[in-house]
């Protein structure tokens, strides 16, 4: 539940737009992966909240970077 105009915090590792089950993935059963370009994370974003900053976190362990949003749920 978000009172209309207040703030939502989005943070998920990004990448190219692939999804599925990796082979490296150590749970049982398997969890399905979906790494979202930036764009397509504020494209989706869009759809429901005002984008209020958007940035990328760089990750130094690993390839996907960090995208981290702040939204705003639309007053009306």
């Not at 082979?23 to 397509?40: C, L, M, N, V």
Request: aromatic share 12%.
């Amino acid at each position: 539940m978000l009172v209309p105009g207040g703030l939502f915090f989005l943070g998920a590792y990004g990448g190219v737009g692939k999804e599925g089950i990796v082979e490296w993935d150590r749970h049982e059963p398997h969890r399905f992966f979906a790494w979202r370009s930036e764009d397509q994370t504020i494209a989706a974003a869009r759809e429901l909240f005002e984008v209020v900053d958007s940035h990328r976190v760089p990750m130094v362990d690993h390839d996907h970077p960090f995208h981290s949003l702040t939204l705003r749920r639309p007053a009306g």
